[in-house]
């Protein structure tokens, strides 16, 4: 059985102790959808303001939902489309502080203000991304973006990829 109680301190604190706990949850796991989904759990019960934390998996026809805390998502996402499709299509980070000024933004939940997206890379494969979702304006923030994708390479490497 795995305890946890939300971290505290400073963002970097938060990010270390919650990389610490995930390779905890990863140890001796090496299958990605059991990752994936302990990873959304930390997430959702590690930080706050957040409603929405989750994967999407490259398949041949683009991304498609993996495990995920949060209300029911959109199923499928255009590479290029949204902020997931274009942080796959640019394998780059994005923080989005206002998602409904951001061109060709996919409402999956319409309550979400803010994003962070980052793409999960195996070397120059990309896997897919791991997206977060706030129903506050600017929630996000460069310590958020490195802290997040340092979980996402804690997973790409901790699972055997699909």
């Excluded at 274009?86 to 994003?115: N, Q, W, Y």
């Amino acid at each position: 059985m795995f305890e946890a109680e939300r971290p505290t301190g400073t963002k970097p604190q938060i990010y270390r102790e919650l990389a610490l706990m995930a390779e905890g949850l990863f140890r001796g796991e090496r299958d990605p959808v059991a990752n994936a989904a302990n990873l959304s759990a930390l997430l959702w019960l590690g930080l706050t303001d957040l409603n929405w934390a989750g994967f999407y998996f490259l398949r041949a026809s683009g991304l498609v939902l993996g495990p995920f805390q949060g209300k029911p998502a959109c199923v499928r996402i255009d590479i290029g489309k949204g902020v997931c499709g274009t942080a796959a299509r640019d394998r780059k980070t994005l923080v989005v502080p206002d998602v409904e000024a951001f061109p060709g933004h996919i409402a999956c939940d319409i309550d979400s203000r803010s994003e962070l997206v980052v793409p999960l890379l195996e070397g120059a494969h990309l896997v897919g991304v791991l997206d977060l979702d706030s129903p506050s304006r600017a929630r996000f923030d460069p310590e958020d973006a490195k802290g997040v994708e340092t979980l996402a390479a804690l997973w790409v490497a901790a699972s055997d990829q699909i």
